[in-house]
């Protein structure tokens, strides 16, 4: 189960952001969920928005903006 009392407190003793990424659609997700609870803090949530097809993980993460590089990319402006 989530806990998320502890999970809110944690993010407030880091700073108040958080980047939630997930090979999921966002509806439903855990990204959905965490951003329900920290309404109060800065979340970025990144997730599969398209309908997904088949190919190489690496390409598909790519296509799908949910690779290292969208990681940086959410990570450099949530905490601008």
């Known amino acids: 189960p989530f806990n998320a009392i502890k999970f809110?407190?944690?993010?407030r003793?880091?700073?108040g952001r958080?980047?939630?990424?997930?090979?999921?659609?966002l509806e439903g997700g855990?990204?959905?969920?965490?951003?329900?609870?920290?309404?109060?803090f800065k979340v970025k949530c990144?997730?599969?928005?398209?309908?997904?097809h088949s190919g190489?993980?690496?390409e598909l993460m790519h296509a799908?903006?949910?690779?290292?590089?969208?990681?940086?990319k959410a990570t450099q402006e949530i905490l601008d």
């Open 8 to 11: 809110v407190e944690l993010v």
């Open 13 to 15: 003793k880091k700073g």
């Open 18 to 25: 958080v980047v939630v990424v997930e090979d999921h659609y």
């Open 30 to 40: 855990i990204g959905e969920m965490i951003s329900r609870e920290l309404n109060k």
């Open 46 to 52: 990144l997730a599969v928005t398209k309908m997904p």
């Open 56 to 58: 190489e993980k690496d």
């Open 64 to 72: 799908y903006r949910i690779d290292s590089y969208a990681i940086v």
